[in-house]
């Protein structure tokens, strides 16, 4: 099992730039693949990317790709999301969550674990 606290939400600008982070306490986590979620108000959660157990691959939805970039360090147990040039809808509730011994996915029904959320916003 583990656990994950996500943080670094906040206020920023149009164009400006976040980091998140999130943190997992719990063994194994070096066997999760981690996904990045956002859910904005009246709308379905959505994949923004993920990222494999070692690092050495992402996966990013089409809005998002070029912009965010996932990473992650297995031995503090923590994974990153780097959003650079924000747009106003990029606004919403980020999470992380974690996939068991498995590969990427876009489906939020296929991931076992997931923090609380952080919110960003960005404005025009």
């Known amino acids: 099992q583990v656990q994950l606290v996500e943080s670094g939400g906040g206020l920023v600008q149009a164009g400006g730039s976040l980091r998140l982070s999130c943190a997992a306490s719990g063994r194994a986590f070096s066997r999760y693949t981690m996904g990045w979620f956002r859910q904005a108000p009246g709308k379905e959660r959505e994949f923004v990317g993920a990222?494999?157990?070692?690092?050495?691959?992402?996966y990013y939805s089409d809005s998002v790709k070029g912009r965010f970039t996932i990473s992650r360090n297995n031995a503090e147990k923590t994974v990153y999301l780097q959003m650079n040039s924000l747009k106003p809808e990029d606004t919403a509730v980020y999470y992380c969550a974690a996939r068991w011994y498995s590969g990427p996915s876009y489906v939020v029904g296929e991931y076992d674990y997931w923090g609380q959320g952080t919110q960003v916003t960005v404005s025009s």
């Open positions: 990222i494999s157990w070692s690092g050495g691959s992402t």
